[in-house]
């Protein structure tokens, strides 16, 4: 049967008048955008949005693949609520299994420093921080790949190493100047028991440095900026989930403070603020939870090893001092 609506008698379908295809509604005479999803005139891909480069703008910190959920989307208060609550409910999970484990060795008749150490850090942090990190991307529907590309846990490059080196020394150095101004004003922080059973037992210290490398920069920047700030830069622009996610994990220390009363642990929480605010930035800058895990667990180390090096050298160092002032020519 002849097709009404053809310009042949034949059926064949009529030429368009600009020599596209009638059946895939071939470009237009404007030059705009042809339905088959070709690419328009001005080069732009009709398929794709434009990627803001505003790094003001919130974002996704990595595109989520086509057969998963979408990233992003919910009301701001929604993604606010969310990402400081899993990094709450990971510092509920620390405490509770170091709760477990002070049961346990009581029952036990207590365990040794060493022991204690690693039930406490390793067992302790990678259950409560990774773990609860996990569970919650996992309720939101992300594999094994998209986990991995949503927090950036990649290689880092030379650039990503010499960044992660030089923001750690550069962060101890205006720590040790704000401890400074805060010890000369009579006023004394609250201390970390680590630090303080480290100071008892310097033998151990090594060992901690080791681990701030393979379990504290890893498992806490993990939780804190991958998981907490990431969620939050998918509502927020850099800056505001930078400070929010520095307002989660400077208080979350307050579990480890002992002494100086209130105003001691409110500031070496406030102390705390301003590492971790370098340590978001960085995440933001690079992309990559190794960088700034690495550059965590540095940070940690130099003033671990600065301990050892006062507490196993002192005497010497006081020495070395008085010898050296001896010969100043002035």
């Known amino acids: 049967m002849t097709d009404p609506s053809s310009g042949d008698p034949n059926g064949s379908p009529a030429s368009a008048p600009d020599g596209g295809s009638p059946t895939d509604g071939g470009p237009p005479a404007d030059g705009g955008s042809p339905t088959d999803g070709g690419p328009p005139a001005d080069g732009g891909s009709p398929t794709e949005a434009s990627v803001s480069t505003d790094a003001t703008a919130p974002t996704d910190r990595a595109a ?7 990233i992003g989307g919910d009301s701001l208060p929604r993604t606010v609520g969310s990402a400081v609550g899993v990094g709450v409910l990971g510092v509920l999970a ?10 346990v060795g009581q029952l036990v ?10 039930l406490s850090l390793v067992v302790g942090q ?6 609860t990190g996990l569970a919650y991307l996992r309720l939101r529907g992300f594999d094994r790949a998209r986990i991995v590309a949503y927090l950036g846990i990649e290689r880092p490059s030379l650039l990503g190493l010499v960044i992660a080196v030089v923001g750690a020394v550069a962060t101890f150095a205006v720590a040790l100047t704000l401890s400074a101004v805060v010890a000369s004003s009579g006023v004394e922080p609250a201390q970390n028991q680590g630090a303080a059973v480290a100071m008892q037992n310097p033998a151990i210290i090594p060992a901690i440095v080791l681990a701030m490398f393979l379990v504290v920069g890893p498992c806490e920047e993990f939780l804190f900026r991958g998981v907490v700030q990431s969620r939050l830069r998918e509502s927020l622009p850099a800056a505001p989930a930078i400070v929010v996610a520095s307002a989660v994990f400077a208080p979350a220390h307050v ?9 001691g642990v409110a500031i070496a929480i406030g102390l705390l603020v301003f590492p971790s605010l370098l ?12 960088v700034v895990a690495l550059m965590h667990a540095l940070y940690n180390s130099i003033l671990l090893s600065l301990l050892y090096i006062v507490i ?19």
């Open 279 to 290: 340590f978001g930035a960085v995440y933001e800058y690079t992309g990559n939870l190794v």
């Open 64 to 70: 989520p693949a086509d057969d998963g959920p979408p």
């Open 109 to 118: 008749g207590g365990f040794s420093l060493g022991v204690s150490l690693a």
């Open 255 to 263: 579990i480890s403070l002992s002494g100086g009363g209130a105003s």
């Open 94 to 103: 620390y405490v509770a299994v170091s709760l477990v484990f002070a049961q």
């Open 312 to 330: 196993a050298y002192g005497p010497e160092l006081e020495r070395a001092a008085a010898a050296g002032a001896a010969l100043l020519p002035v």
């Open 126 to 131: 990678y259950v409560a921080f990774v773990g």
